[in-house]
């Protein structure tokens, strides 16, 4: 299984909305990474998980919170977007934290903020 | 600050043709690792091919090849044989390790191949 999974594939919601997006992957990685990614842009780098801990944050807003309640799932919470939070969601993978391991990726949770 | 520059927007090559994308980069760092990824209208990314900097052969993957250029900071994508299912955007990256992997975009390069 080499597969990262994410739920819901898209998603709409409004500005006073509470939401989930999900990831999960069973290959064992240790490492696990939210990325956003706009339209006709290149991925940019929200969030990385290591071994369960939260070791990187890009400033990112606080309506924007991220949680690993195990070394299987990724959740992203959001609260209170903006209509330019709209992006597609990307979830990664990657096998050891801190090393050149090949980074998988899911298919993206495509969030529309009405 | 770890930079990567892709100068073409977008090409289009016809179905067989050998096609190259070019990606520049910057960096301080003597010790990195450059990636290629694929992302088709499907929008998941996909690993092409791999090179690490320190090793000064060039990597190959089928009909992927790269030709690293270490001291000029280029990293560009062969693509030979070119077939439909090429079509997509592609990304060079560079991997940042900072006690954990951080990958650094391209803009991206929007290949069309034509049948």
């Known amino acids: 299984d080499t597969e990262v999974t994410q739920t819901p594939k898209h998603l709409v919601m409004g500005m006073t909305n509470k939401k989930s997006l999900k990831c999960e992957q069973h290959m064992g990685h240790r490492a696990m990474y939210w990325y956003k990614q706009k339209a006709k842009k290149p991925p940019e780098l929200m969030f990385v998980y290591s071994y369960e801990k939260l070791s990187i944050n890009e400033s990112v807003p606080s309506r924007f919170s991220p949680e690993c309640p195990n070394s299987s799932l990724l959740n992203l919470h959001l609260h209170a977007l903006q209509p330019e939070d709209s992006a597609l969601y990307l979830c990664a993978s990657s096998q050891v934290p801190g090393r050149d391991t090949e980074a998988f990726f899911g298919q993206g949770t495509r969030l529309t903020v009405v | 600050a770890q930079t990567v520059t892709q100068s073409q927007p977008e090409m289009s090559v016809q179905e067989a043709e050998t096609v190259t994308l070019s990606c520049t980069y910057d960096t301080s760092e003597s010790n990195y690792y450059l990636f290629w990824y694929k992302q088709p209208p499907s929008r998941q990314m996909i690993l092409v091919i791999r090179?690490?900097?320190?090793?000064?052969q060039n990597a190959t993957e089928n009909r992927f090849s790269v030709n690293f250029q270490k001291a000029a900071k280029s990293f560009s994508l062969k693509i030979s044989d070119s077939q439909l299912g090429d079509t997509a955007m592609y990304f060079c990256a560079f991997l940042i390790i900072q006690g954990a992997q951080k990958l650094v975009f391209g803009q991206g390069t929007r290949l069309t191949i034509n049948p």
């Open positions: 090179q690490e900097a320190y090793k000064q």
